[in-house]
């Protein structure tokens, strides 16, 4: 069983960074591939980026390709979502997710295990 427990959301202006951070609850999670997700106020939940359990490989959305980077620390058991040059657009209520398929996947139903959430807002 594999627990997550996303941090580091918060306001910033346009154009501003905020590093979000999920922690992992069992030794499983370090052979998870790890992904980001977000859902905005009457929007589905849709794909950010995602990462292999070595870091190997990554994929990330196209409309945050140059902005955004995931990484994962397993010594740590954490992934990161480091945001930069965020857009009003970008405000969204953002999850960390962990899939036991073992390359990078977009589609939310490879995802086995989910965090609560946590809110990332950017005012223009």
């Known amino acids: 069983q594999v627990q997550l427990v996303e941090s580091g959301g918060g306001l910033v202006q346009a154009g501003g960074s905020l590093r979000l951070s999920c922690a992992a609850s069992?030794?499983?999670?370090?052979?998870?591939?790890a992904g980001w997700f977000r859902q905005a106020p009457g929007k589905e939940r849709e794909f950010v980026a995602a990462i292999t359990w070595n870091g190997g490989s990554t994929s990330y959305a196209d409309s945050v390709k140059g902005r955004f980077t995931i990484s994962r620390d397993n010594a740590k058991n954490t992934v990161s979502l480091q945001m930069n040059s965020l857009k009003p657009e970008d405000t969204a209520v953002y999850y960390c997710?962990?899939?036991?398929?073992?390359?990078?996947?977009?589609?939310?139903?490879?995802?086995?295990?989910w965090g609560q959430g946590t809110q990332v807002t950017v005012s223009s």
């Open positions: 069992g030794r499983a999670f370090m052979a998870y591939t």
């Open positions: 997710a962990a899939s036991r398929r073992t390359s990078v996947v977009a589609a939310s139903f490879n995802y086995n295990y």
